[in-house]
């Protein structure tokens, strides 16, 4: 029998999947960063910090920070948390329950795993985080179902293809809610939510030269 406290851990996690469910049904979309190399050996939060508040101001609400194994991605993780107000942060490429349990101590939102694995989606109900197990075929959104998943992300999504998604349908009455992720660009935006997913997933190439991407721009433009 589950106890007391889990039970309330467990309630916990699930408020965290319908607030994520509800921001995501307001603006399908989550933008990706990743801390340079350079600003971890310097541990310097500036950079993103600027970033982030230039997304914010373009209207972006749902914002993610990769995790890095790096002595320092901790405090300039922790630092974003205090000055960023307003928007609820998530942690993504966690692949193990060490830093699942220290993003968890920062106070991120919610993490994305890569893959699913049964102990890091239990130990998330445990500590009242939500942890978003990646998926590939129908057998990993069945085990996503039996753990009470209610979103999952579709990985790599660029690989699995826009119509993939079809396919994954036919053998279940009701899959979770899909964010796709992995390869995706500001053009596939409209496609890939046309073709049934519910979210995506934008990083690599969301700035050129320093700015953000105009077709990124103009979809927020029309969008928000």
Known sequence: MQSKSNSKKTRSSLKREDLLITSLGQQPLIVLLRISEQDLEEN????????INDLINHEIRNIEIAW???????????????????????????TNVS????ISEI???????????????????????????????PSDIQAAIQLNCKIVKLFPASTLGLNYISQLKVPFDCIPFIIAA????????????????NAIVLGKGLYQKNAIDPLLKRWLKKNC
């Open 44 to 51: 310097n939060s500036n950079q993103i910090i600027t970033v």
């Open 68 to 94: 890095s194994s790096h002595p320092n991605w901790t405090s300039i993780a922790s630092e974003v948390t205090k000055v960023i107000k307003g928007i609820k942060f998530g942690a993504a490429s966690i």
């Open 99 to 102: 830093s699942l349990e220290l």
């Open 107 to 137: 106070g991120f939102s919610y993490a994305m795993c890569p893959f699913l694995d049964k102990e890091m989606v239990e130990k998330s109900q445990v500590l009242g985080q939500l942890l978003i197990p990646g998926v590939f075929s």
């Open 182 to 197: 992995g390869g995706l660009k500001a053009k596939d935006i409209e496609p890939w939510l046309s073709a049934g997913h």
